[in-house]
């Protein structure tokens, strides 16, 4: 394998990275229920609002990990 076959690689999931985020924004709010499952925290007092996606969190990580599992495997 050659040095510039791992860059090409690299490369493309940067990419990949890109585009899907560009279309999260875009398409994000069409979405339903992303970023309000049940587990994420949201906690709302006079002006304070604190909000911390978990359940969210942890589906995109593991959408996530399949993809480059998928990518990368031997």
């Known amino acids: 394998m050659t040095p510039f076959s ?6 493309i ?6 585009v899907i985020i560009g279309l999260i924004l875009t398409f994000g ?6 970023g309000r499952l049940p587990g994420d ?3 709302k007092k006079d002006n304070f ?5 978990l359940a969210t969190s942890i589906i995109v990580s593991i959408i996530l990990s399949l993809i ?4 990368f495997r031997r």
């Open 6 to 11: 791992f860059t090409g690689k690299f490369l």
């Open 13 to 18: 999931i940067i990419g990949l990275i890109i």
């Open 29 to 34: 709010p069409k979405i339903p229920y992303i």
């Open 41 to 43: 925290i949201y906690y």
């Open 49 to 53: 609002v604190f909000y911390f996606p």
């Open 68 to 71: 480059l599992y998928l990518f």
